[in-house]
Nanobody, 114 residues
């Protein structure tokens, strides 16, 4: 079973940056789509950004221009670079391959303070 493990979260001031990592147990070239999601307290989980096996990316309107998804094929890792963080970005961030049958991971907490 494919496993994706998130890391890189933390506490950051508004306007700051963080880079999240999603390490795959197999080559990410063999996963047709990997996406980042987030869930804030009391809210539904939502899509943040995704990347295909060919490198095509998409992102939610709320993060466009601030967040960038990328990958390192050699390291089997997908990254989420988050810049100009806002209070409303506070959430647990998860990575998942939505087209594969796999459970949600533990996620990584991102907390943005004023």
């Amino acid at each position: 079973q494919v496993q994706l493990v998130e890391s890189g979260g933390g506490l950051v001031q508004a306007g700051g940056s963080l880079r999240l990592s999603c390490k795959a147990s197999i080559s990410i070239l063999n996963i047709n789509y990997v996406a980042w999601y987030r869930q804030a307290p009391g809210k539904m989980r939502e899509f943040v950004a995704g990347i295909t096996d060919t490198g095509y990316t998409d992102a939610a309107n709320s993060v466009k221009g601030r967040f960038t998804i990328s990958r390192n094929v050699a390291e089997n890792t997908v990254y989420l670079q988050m810049n100009n963080l806002k209070n409303e970005d506070t959430a647990v961030y998860y990575c998942k391959a939505p087209r594969l049958s796999m459970p949600w991971g533990q996620g990584t907490q991102v907390t943005v303070s004023s």
